[in-house]
């Protein structure tokens, strides 16, 4: 009778764990929604982000084009003198090099994959904070730290399944609780990565068509610039050299 009582005891222990852990997972990610709708309120609102059609910015070099509604991404590329038009979607396009059209399939293919890592890479710096809800993102709670100037931030982590060029990747984004706003990022190059391989700024907000967007952030070699939105392109912008 003594061992049975045990096994109970241990039994309702158990359960008691495990449902416990379900419990704090559930809360977990309810909290970690509410926060990412702060965010989304403190820079405008999807509402505002989705009404968006194009986007223009340098990064790095390079100059985007991209037309959120369609798909349509235009990639000018001056230090190999190449400029890409490709559909992130359908993966169709073209690719110019020197002015003219490449009719290597197998060149003008490599072009258009290597224009859509672009897109990703680049875009990410720029609307980051616009995908932490997307398929594939895992988004969970690390911890409360505090920013280089000493403000309270709380600290998410994302992580991905089989989305991106670089699956493996982790981000923790540090976001300031009076403002609700990204301040920081930590990128780690592999998920069990003790130290992040870059820890940097996410400033200078501005508003452009009604949503910050943090950009030209000072102090920093890396990040979007002079982005414009809804801009009025010529017609074939993303079809024609």
């Known amino acids: 009778m003594k061992k049975t009582n045990q096994f109970l005891v241990a039994f309702i222990a158990i359960i008691t764990i495990a449902t416990t852990g379900c419990a704090q997972k559930n809360h977990d990610e309810k909290e970690v929604s509410k926060i990412v709708g702060q965010i989304e309120s403190a820079m405008g609102g999807r509402k505002a982000y989705d009404a968006i059609q194009t986007l223009e910015w340098n990064f790095v070099g390079r100059k985007l084009y991209w037309n959120k509604w369609t798909g349509d991404v235009r990639v000018e590329n001056p230090k190999d003198n190449q400029v890409v038009l490709v559909n992130i979607n359908t993966m169709k396009g073209q690719a110019f090099e020197n002015g003219i059209l490449i009719t290597d399939t197998d060149k003008s293919a490599a072009l258009l994959q290597r224009a859509k890592e672009w897109w990703i890479n680049d875009s990410y710096w720029l609307v980051m904070p616009w995908k932490l809800k997307d398929t594939g993102v895992n988004l969970s709670y690390v911890k409360e730290d505090k920013l280089a100037d000493g403000k309270d931030a709380i600290i998410l982590q994302m992580t991905f399944d089989g989305v991106g060029v670089t699956p493996e990747n982790k981000y923790w984004v540090y976001v300031e609780k009076d403002s609700k706003l990204i301040k920081q990022w930590a990128f780690y190059q592999n998920f069990n990565d003790e130290n992040p391989a870059f820890l940097k700024p996410w400033s200078n907000y501005k508003e452009v068509a009604k949503v910050l967007f943090s950009y030209d952030r000072m102090n920093e070699k890396v990040g979007p610039t002079n982005v414009t ?13």
Do not use: G, M, R, V
């Open 229 to 241: 939105a809804n801009k009025d392109y010529e017609k074939n912008i993303f079809k024609k050299l």
